[in-house]
């Protein structure tokens, strides 16, 4: 699997932005996607996830409500909209997939064992 990560950028507090992720697969039966992201001097972290079969979405409690995930199978993306941008949500950003996650685990990055380039976001006044 081949991940191309793109559609960062910097923006002011409040404001909205979309990544994108577009992925090539042998199959994408079984194929699970995720978005992380890493701060400057923190660990990498779980933003969010999505089931390409199925669609089940899942969210860290820090984005819950203000970043959507999606998918679109005809161009073989997945999609992250981050809305109500908060400083704190600064960091590189990065796409990942994985086959046969069960929910419990779709939050542990070490069951992803492909990654894309990070894009970096930035949230600045």
């Known amino acids: 699997v081949q991940l191309q990560a793109s559609g960062g950028g910097l923006v002011q507090p409040g404001d909205s932005l979309r990544l994108s992720c577009v992925a090539s697969?042998?199959?994408?039966?079984?194929?699970?996607m995720g978005w992380f992201r890493q701060a400057p001097g923190k660990e990498r972290e779980f933003v969010a996830g999505?089931?390409?079969?199925?669609?089940?979405?899942y969210y860290s409690d820090s984005v819950k409500g203000r970043f959507s995930i999606s998918k679109d199978v005809a161009k073989k993306t997945v999609n992250l909209r981050m809305n109500s941008l908060k400083p704190e949500d600064t960091a590189v950003y990065y796409c990942?997939?994985?086959?046969?996650?069960?929910?419990?685990?779709?939050?542990?990055?070490?069951?992803?064992?492909?990654w894309g380039q990070g894009t970096l976001v930035t949230v600045s006044s």
């Open positions: 990942a997939a994985a086959y046969g996650l069960i929910a419990s685990t779709v939050s542990d990055r070490g069951r992803y064992d492909y």
């Open positions: 697969a042998v199959t994408f039966n079984s194929l699970h």
């Open positions: 999505i089931r390409w079969n199925g669609g089940n979405q």
